[in-house]
């Protein structure tokens, strides 16, 4: 069985946002909705200080604690990996963000775009990219990028056009996509290895992203 995970070399993240930026142009985010947040911070102490950051994109938890909490089932998790929303049956009550440890989902509460995008002509892949107003969204490693390698025969991961766009744009070469389950991908020695850990793992939620 395919799952799908990501890992995330922080030695090599620059903060650039560009994976930021171009997970809201691919996916027609409106204002204020960011499914791949950066985060930064200071670490050490003066004169030894450095800056540090840490992309934040949904986990695509084993265990999501996000669909544990919805009351009406609009989170389910594929037999992929990837944790996905219905927004037909989110009612916006927010109890996911709520239950969610990494703060990865979104409120709706307009779709109203950012100006540049309402240039860009728009091609709507999946049900997943159609947002409503009122419902909570999240980062879903682009599934429908993904699901196009099943018509195409391509793989997620080393062919750029089923690979999540926030991997093909990363100008650091600081991101990597696979299958966590395949023992000889690339991503999955990197998780298994001495240097790779999740976020919150006290959570017990087993992210599907590692850094």
């Known amino acids: 069985m395919v799952h799908w995970g990501m890992v995330i070399d922080l030695k090599k993240?620059?903060?650039c946002m560009t994976c930021t930026v171009a997970c809201e142009v691919e996916n027609f985010l409106p204002h204020g909705v960011l499914w791949g947040r950066?985060?930064?911070f200071e670490d050490g102490e003066y004169p030894i200080v450095e800056r540090v950051y840490l992309p934040m994109p949904c986990m695509q938890c084993e265990d999501?604690?996000?669909?544990?909490?919805?009351?009406?089932e609009a989170i389910l998790r594929r037999e992929d990996g990837i944790v996905v929303t219905d927004y037909d049956k989110c009612i916006g009550?927010?109890?996911c963000m709520?239950?969610?440890?990494y703060d990865s989902r979104t409120y709706i509460e307009k779709v109203d775009l950012p100006a540049p995008l309402l240039r860009v002509k728009r091609e709507v892949r999946s049900k997943y990219q159609i947002l409503k107003e009122k419902t909570v969204s999240k980062c879903t490693f682009c599934?429908?990028?993904i699901d196009r390698a099943r018509e195409t025969g391509?793989?997620?991961?080393?062919?750029?056009e089923v690979t999540p766009l926030c991997v093909n744009t990363c100008v650091g070469n600081a991101r990597y996509f696979g299958d966590l389950d395949d023992s000889e991908s690339e991503v999955s020695k990197l998780a298994k290895s001495g240097r790779a850990f999740v976020l919150y793992e006290e959570a017990k939620t087993r992210p599907s992203v590692y850094y």
Not at 64 to 72: F, G, L, N, S
Not at 154 to 160: A, C, L, T
């Open 13 to 15: 993240c620059v903060g």
């Open 38 to 40: 950066m985060m930064d």
């Open 64 to 72: 999501p604690a996000c669909m544990k909490a919805c009351p009406t």
């Open 93 to 95: 009550c927010r109890l």
């Open 98 to 101: 709520i239950a969610c440890p």
């Open 143 to 145: 599934a429908h990028r």
């Open 154 to 160: 391509r793989i997620p991961g080393k062919d750029p």
